[in-house]
Structure formats: C-alpha cells, structure tokens
C-alpha cells in the first residue's frame, strides 16, 4: 500500500472513531453509550496494531511524527463533533404567563403558553394531545400551601401529533379562564379568592397521564381577589 493512502486511512481511521468517542460521550441512552465505550477499547488498540507497521515500516513516518498525527485528527475531530453537536441538539425555551398578575372574582384571564426553538436549525416533536398544549389550574389552600386543588384544565384530544418549530421562532397557544370549575363539579365548588397556580404541560407521547413527565412543563401563580 503506498505510504500517503495509508496514512490518509490511519487518519480517517482515528478521525471516525474520535467522532464515535464524542456519540458515547454525548448520547444519554446508557446501552448505546455502554457499547459504544466497549467497541471504542477494542478498535483504538487494532487500529494501532494494523497501521503503526505500515507507517513505520522503512522508515515512513516516526512514532513522534504518527503520535503527533493521532492528536491532530483527534483535536479536529472533536471540534467538528462539538461544533456539529451544538447545531443540531435542540435548544427549547417554554413558559406560561398571564395578561395580569392580579384578578377580581369573576374576571376572565388570559393565559398564553409559549414553546421558543432557541436552537440553529428546525426541530420537531411529538404531543400525545392534538393541541399540543394542556393548561390546569390548581386553588392553592391557604391554611396549607403546600396543599392544591385542581380547578379547571383545558379541553384536549388524546391523539399523537408532530409539530415543528424553526430556529427562533416559537409554538403559541391562548387560552381563556373564566374563572369557572370545570373539575369535581357534583361539590358545587365556587371559586375562592387566593393564590391559583397556572401550569403548563406538553405531554410526551408515552407517559401514562397526560400531567406525567411531561415534554415540557412550566408555572406561574396569579392572585384572585374578592374586590
């Protein structure tokens, strides 16, 4: 084999498996990073093995000259991965706010549910509801905060649905409360004034629930007031 196509596939060799090495690192599924990892112990000596004869061999190259190629490639590679990874792992940004802080009994309130791609190219994902936004309200008991009752959730469909959303731009949806119970309403229950918290959930196609491990979730109380 001529010496400048060998040390090209020693190269190309070590640039691969720098960039296997980043995956494993990277990657959270813990089997693939696993075997990843196993086969990365195994290539990295047989690649040596093979090639550090046929560079050497007549003198080609010297084991300075083959280490310094190795920590070359293996830099270039790994920038490239990071570089490479940045761009394509997405980025998201999601929240839920209302048009006022405080409200009086009976007002209706606005609430918009925004999902930002803060990410460099466009990424997708899948809801198990059609929306794929679901907003609850919960009446935060005010002889125990740490104790809600949920009040009032959006109307949803359960069906799996893709959507898609461009580098910096966003997935809006509003809703409306007016402030009625939608949730136990054989109790009769009316609405109290207090603090309610508003949450916000895009559910992942396999959770059990729909408030379940959620995709994305966010929060924010409002103050319902009696005048």
Known sequence: MKPGLTTLLFGLTIFVLAIVGMIAFYVQEFAIAFWLTIALLVAYPCAFIIFVPLLTGDGRLSAKRIFLLTS??????????????????????????????????????????????????????????????LVSIEYQHTENPTSTVQVWYS?????VTEFSVGPNSFLERQFTWNQTSTVNLWLNEEIEPGIYWIEAFIPRVASVHVSSSPLFHA????NITST
């Open 155 to 159: 109307p949803f469909e359960t069906e």
């Open 219 to 222: 929060a924010e109380t409002i």
């Open 72 to 133: 070359i490639v293996t830099i270039l590679a790994l920038a490239l991965a990071n570089v490479a990874w940045v761009i394509i792992t997405p980025k998201w940004s999601f929240s839920v706010t209302t048009d006022k802080s405080s409200y009086k009994i009976g007002e209706n309130i606005g609430i918009t549910v925004s999902l930002r791609n803060m990410g460099y190219i466009t990424h997708s994902f899948e809801s198990s509801i059609s929306n794929p936004v």
